[in-house]
């Protein structure tokens, strides 16, 4: 059991360009960074702390509980797909 501290800011992400004059400029894309971090993590252990970007707008602590918990099963999910 751990407990998490959030924070949310808003950023950018800088798109992949294309090589060649042709391709054309691409364009930042948007997206919410959520921060979670264990800010008292156990003596004998290492903290935990990740970064999850999103395309959904975060704008509230509630907001940033819910995108933190969508992002809780996808461990068990790659772990199902290494299997497969």
Do not use: N
Not at 28 to 35: E, G, S
């Amino acid at each position: 059991m751990a407990t998490m501290q959030l924070s949310v800011t808003p950023g950018q992400l800088r798109a992949p360009q294309a090589l060649g004059a042709s391709c054309g400029q691409r364009y930042p894309v948007a997206c919410t960074v959520v921060r979670g971090w264990e800010a008292a993590p156990p003596i004998e252990g290492k903290p935990l702390e990740w970064l999850l970007l999103t395309d959904l707008q975060v704008e509230s602590f509630s907001q940033a509980c819910e995108s933190a918990q969508r992002y809780v099963p996808r461990w068990l999910e790659e772990e199902v797909h290494k299997a497969l």
